[in-house]
């Protein structure tokens, strides 16, 4: 708590960090907004080699993404270079940074590019969105040194009712970028309709549903597609990247 205090006298993120530390809004899962340009370059490259083939599908409609949990904007705006004509949206559980992001907006972005303050994506219709993505979002710093059982704090219940309110906002066919999350998504009952596309290196500490550490676990899946029906894996005619 005096950390907290300290720390909304300080420029930038540490204040608002502070201030989620000791607001504890619902809906937070960890208060730092740590975030840079291009993190996942591996991910958003498969990403953008998954979308861009299926012209035919949108005709003129752009594509439609949404970064959750997306700081300072960072993360969208290398997006935007990936997808340059691509809708971008980026929620955020915190006002201060999500007025950071709206002033680096350029003018000539400023109508496919929208920023958000939310604790989830419930405000999101359903089946709208190409692509999802939620990443180092899900987690919490002090599970950095993988104690044996997850704090009070997190849970595998709200967990899974995040990630399934950002799964439904995913269209049949779209795709799921999870990474750094202290849960899996795989674990979850939403995740029987999308199928994993792309493994990386596990370096966050996993937990199990009942808040115990998971051993041994060396890689995970990072991006899901989803199906057009929780019974088929795809339709014959849509090819699988993979």
Not at 94 to 104: D, G, K, L, M, T
Not at 135 to 141: I, L, N, P, S, Y
Not at 225 to 233: E, H, K, L, W
Request: with cysteine.
């Amino acid at each position: 708590m005096a950390l907290a205090l300290r720390d909304l006298t300080r420029p930038g993120d540490r204040r608002a960090a502070a201030l989620l530390r000791l607001r504890r809004p619902a809906g937070l899962f960890q208060p730092f907004g740590t975030t840079g340009v291009d993190r996942y370059p591996a991910i958003f490259g498969r990403l953008r080699e998954a979308l861009q083939p299926h012209p035919a599908t949108h005709g003129d409609v752009p594509l439609r993404l949404l970064s959750f949990g997306c700081s300072t904007g960072e993360e969208v705006f290398t997006l935007r270079t990936y997808f340059p004509t691509a809708t971008i949206t980026g929620i955020d559980i915190s006002a201060p940074r999500i007025a950071v992001a709206r002033r680096e907006v350029p003018a000539r972005q400023q109508k496919t590019t929208r920023f958000v303050v939310a604790a989830s994506a419930a405000g999101e219709l359903p089946d709208s969105y190409d692509a999802v993505l939620a990443m180092a979002v899900f987690r919490h710093g002090d599970l950095a040194d993988g104690p044996a059982r997850i704090g009070a704090g997190l849970s595998f219940d709200r967990f899974e009712t995040a990630v399934s309110q950002l799964a439904v906002r995913v269209r049949p066919g779209g795709y799921f970028a999870i990474r750094h999350a202290n849960f899996r998504f795989a674990d979850t009952a939403i995740a029987d309709g999308f199928d994993a596309i792309m493994w990386d290196e596990s370096i966050t500490p996993h937990y199990d549903r009942s808040g115990l550490r998971l051993r041994h676990v060396a890689t995970e899946p990072c991006l899901f597609r989803r199906r057009y029906d929780p019974d088929i894996a795809s339709r014959p005619d849509d090819p699988v990247v993979g």
